[in-house]
């Protein structure tokens, strides 16, 4: 059986993820994979290589999938993120949501994606040409009302 | 009292490990194992307003009093996605 949520170092495989949503009354299912790119702020973008405190990743997961819950009852999601070295292309995050209409579903990967990016301790290190680089995004606050906000509204819009 | 230490990325590379043991006295509170690890680390010090921390891998908060044995991490802003 495939976990809902998972960190893991191998692959990410968007079609499994799906497998392991519950279907039944679904009407719609999106799925969003995140891809390491080539280029980001102007720089030429070797490869990626991310690491987490995995325990406490998982749970910010698992947060993810309960206020996602609260707001779209009938959403179901899935997500995993993949840690450690990847090359240009390859996914480093894949979101399933599965839900009766489309609306939902694709509002609550979104929303699932924004807040990844706002409270999950995960560090993407890049490498790019001519150096390396710790990037650094947001402050990890679950509590933070306003952040759960901003998700919220880019979601919903 | 023993506390664990857990450090990630830019902290990481700063202190040079991702994991310290330190003594603290009772009733310490996070914030404080933070400025004590300043004082040992000075680099640490612009992190002072951008960090948030973990105690035994859940989200908490500076002013949370820590325990013997407590695994105490502080978190760079994050970049997953």
Not at chain 1, 128 to 135: A, C, K, M, Q, Y
Not at chain 2, 51 to 80: H, K, M, Q, W
Request: glycine share 8%; charged share 25%.
């Amino acid at each position: 059986m495939i976990a809902l949520t998972a960190i893991t170092a191998e692959p990410l495989d968007a079609a499994a993820l799906v497998r392991a949503l519950d279907i039944t009354g679904i009407g719609a299912l999106t799925t969003f994979v995140g891809l390491v790119r080539d280029h980001n702020l102007g720089r030429r973008v070797m490869r990626l290589e991310y690491e987490a405190y995995e325990p406490l990743a998982l749970r910010g997961l698992e947060l993810i999938v309960q206020e996602a819950a609260e707001q779209w009852p009938d959403v179901r999601l899935a997500i995993h993120h993949r840690i450690g070295r990847m090359g240009i292309g390859e996914a480093s995050v894949a979101i399933a949501a599965a839900s009766p209409h489309r609306a939902d579903a694709f509002a609550a990967s979104r929303y699932a994606i924004e807040r990844i990016k706002q409270i999950v301790p995960i560090w993407k290190h890049e490498y790019f040409e001519g150096g390396d680089v710790w990037i650094e995004g947001a402050t990890a606050d679950p509590d933070n009302v306003e952040a759960r906000e901003k998700a919220m509204k880019i979601a919903c819009t | 009292m023993h506390v664990t230490i857990r450090l990630f990325a830019r902290l990481r590379d700063i202190t040079g490990s991702g994991e310290l043991t330190r003594e603290a006295p009772g009733g310490a509170t996070v914030g404080a194992v933070w400025s004590s690890l300043v004082a040992e680390y000075p680099e640490l010090s612009p992190y002072e307003k951008s960090i948030s921390c973990a105690v035994n891998a859940d989200y908490s908060r500076f002013s949370a009093t820590v325990a013997d044995g407590d695994e105490i991490a502080f978190l760079p802003p994050v970049s997953g996605g």
